[in-house]
T-cell receptor, first 114, second 109 residues
Framework: DAMVIQNPRYQVTQFGKPVTLSCSQT?????MYWYQQKSSQAPKLLFH???????NEADTPDNFQSRRPNTSFCFLDIRSPGLGDAAMYLC?????????????FGPGTRLTVL | GQNIDQPTEMTATEGAIVQINCTYQ??????LFWYQQHAGEAPTFLSY??LDGLEEKGRFSSFLSRSKGYSYLLLKELQMKDSASYLC??????????WGAGTKLIIKP
């Protein structure tokens, strides 16, 4: 089945210790998104890739970086996690990012910062 | 600014019908999405409306009025497994999804 996969599902890190979250997709979609979602809040878009073209949201902290080495994979790097970065991180994909385009989500990675 | 409003929480009884409302103010409009999100899980796509009117999909229906900036999600024959958060999201003129905070639906037997 075509899908969006995120690893790990649960990640624990120490305050200030770099962490990388991964996302892969078998949908062959052009666009990949990273969202941060805290409890009972709307998902917050951090950045997205249209193919290799990187688009950063204006209010995404510099602490968050992303890489997309190929169509299938996308990584979220948190360089120095703070306690406020504890959240669910959602990866999503869409075919071309245009009107009527549906975003499909992976299962998410829940990040805990100790 | 862009804004999506939904009730924070609703309670309904198993077997009943519930309507979850969403109002929006966005820069342009390229469609409205409803997603279901169970606790601790990712959102899953339920419906998409871009034209005014009602879209029916099994027990779930979604309605849109663009002139009023208003949508609702109607859930019929409620089941316990429908307990979840329901998120409304609007695609703006830049094809960005603007998300509501979600409505937590509690189903009681």
């Amino acid at each position: 089945d075509a899908m969006v996969i995120q690893n790990p599902r649960y990640q624990v890190t120490q305050f200030g210790k770099p962490v990388t979250l991964s996302c892969s997709q078998t949908l062959n979609h052009n666009v990949m998104y990273w969202y941060q979602q805290k409890s009972s809040q709307a998902p917050k878009l951090l950045f997205h890739y249209y193919d290799k073209d990187f688009n950063n949201e204006a209010d995404t902290p510099d602490n968050f970086q992303s890489r997309r080495p190929n169509t299938s994979f996308c990584f979220l790097d948190i360089r120095s996690p703070g306690l406020g970065d504890a959240a669910m991180y959602l990866c999503a994909t869409s075919r071309d990012g245009g009107a009527t385009d549906t975003q499909y989500f992976g299962p998410g990675t829940r990040l805990t910062v100790l | 600014g862009q804004n999506i409003d939904q009730p924070t929480e609703m309670t309904a009884t198993e077997g009943a019908i519930v309507q979850i409302n969403c109002t929006y103010q966005t820069s342009g409009f390229n469609g409205l999405f409803w997603y279901q999100q169970h606790a601790g899980e990712a959102p899953t796509f339920l419906s998409y409306n871009v034209l005014d009117g009602l879209e029916e999909k099994g027990r779930f229906s979604s309605f849109l009025s663009r002139s009023k900036g208003y949508s609702y999600l109607l859930l019929k024959e409620l089941q316990m497994k429908d307990s979840a958060s329901y998120l409304c999201a609007v695609m703006d003129s830049n094809y960005q999804l603007i998300w509501g905070a979600g409505t937590k639906l509690i189903i009681k037997p």
